[in-house]
């Protein structure tokens, strides 16, 4: 996915860590909560579990948000996030 592409800027989304994972750390080695785009709306952590929406290019790092998806399967969340 080019830089044009990406739904948060390049530099933001390289920042950004699951605060869930980053509270367990102990749990996830060195760089716990690193964070992976799901239908360009999206932000999920594979340590936590947690799904995040970006919603009008913000993302809601939330963890009451986060796990509210936690269930949903990737395929099922939907484009565009709802709004809360």
Do not use: H
Request: aromatic share 6%.
């Amino acid at each position: 996915m080019s830089d044009s592409e990406l739904p948060i800027s390049k530099e933001l989304f390289e920042i950004l860590r699951c605060p869930q994972a980053v509270q367990e750390k102990d749990k996830f080695g060195d760089d716990p909560g690193r964070l992976r785009i799901v239908k360009n709306s999206w932000l999920v952590s594979d340590d936590s579990g947690l799904k995040y929406p970006i919603r009008e290019g913000i993302p809601v790092m939330l963890i009451e948000e986060g796990e509210k998806w936690k269930g949903t399967a990737e395929t099922d969340l939907p484009v565009p996030p709802p709004a809360e």
